[in-house]
């Protein structure tokens, strides 16, 4: 038995038996790490890794090339750190399978802030809907960096069209904000609103998604003014 394998034990035994209540940010990494870094003490280096990110949620917005700048963090430890966010937001996503219809702006938030989880840029999504609301298709329609999505109304027309969508729901997030309407927001709604009904499309709401929190453009009155 290695030096450091009774501690490793007994974290591991008190993480099965408590869950991570009891165990504070370093420990929760240190056991994380011990299983991409088998022979060495993890403490030093989960130690490293909060200091240079500040938070375990900062570890797990970093990127590969700057968790390899951690010494003693390789590809491999790189990778395990980087797949639990993306695991719990692939199973969060899954889980939105069960939402078939969209009948109000619960039902939208529910569906789409899954899909804003561990983005650091800013990302819309556009959420087709039959004439019963149900779902045909979620499509990602912009990327760009921190505050400054591309919301290309073209892209948004051919894919509401392609999917014979009934009305959409756009959605973007705002990553390091709030869930607050920018005036740029409400004017690219209403921008893509008045091209959408030129083919006879709806725009029903537009979601803005800040962490575990979102607005409704429908909710606040927003879309009611876009029909005056």
Not at 96 to 121: C, H, W
Not at 127 to 132: E, F, H, N, T
Not at 164 to 184: T, W, Y
């Amino acid at each position: 038995m290695g030096v450091h394998d009774g501690h490793r034990e007994r974290l591991r035994e008190t993480f099965l038996e408590y869950g991570l209540e009891s165990t504070n940010e370093l420990n929760a990494l240190e056991l994380l790490l011990f299983y991409a870094i088998p022979r060495r003490d993890t403490n030093p280096i989960a130690h490293e890794l909060l200091k240079r990110f500040g938070t375990l949620g900062g570890v797990f917005r970093a990127s590969v090339e700057e968790l390899c700048d951690v010494p003693g963090i390789g590809r491999n430890a790189a990778a395990l750190i980087l797949l639990v966010p993306e695991i719990l937001k692939k199973s969060q996503v899954a889980d939105t399978k069960s939402i078939i219809q969209v009948k109000n702006s619960e039902d939208a938030g529910k569906y789409l802030m899954p899909r804003f989880m561990n983005e650091q840029d800013e990302v819309a999504y556009l959420l087709c809907l039959d004439s019963q609301s149900r779902i045909i298709k979620c499509a990602e329609v912009g990327r760009g960096i921190v505050d400054s999505v591309d919301i290309n109304t073209r892209i948004i027309v051919e894919v509401a069209v392609k999917c014979k969508a009934s009305s959409v729901i756009i959605s973007h997030n705002h990553p390091d904000g709030i869930a607050l309407p920018s005036p740029e927001d409400g004017n690219a709604t209403k921008q893509i609103a008045k091209s959408l009904a030129l083919v006879g499309i709806q725009l029903t709401d537009h979601i803005i998604v800040a962490g575990n929190d979102y607005v409704s453009f429908a909710d606040s009155g927003f879309m009611r003014l876009l029909k005056m």
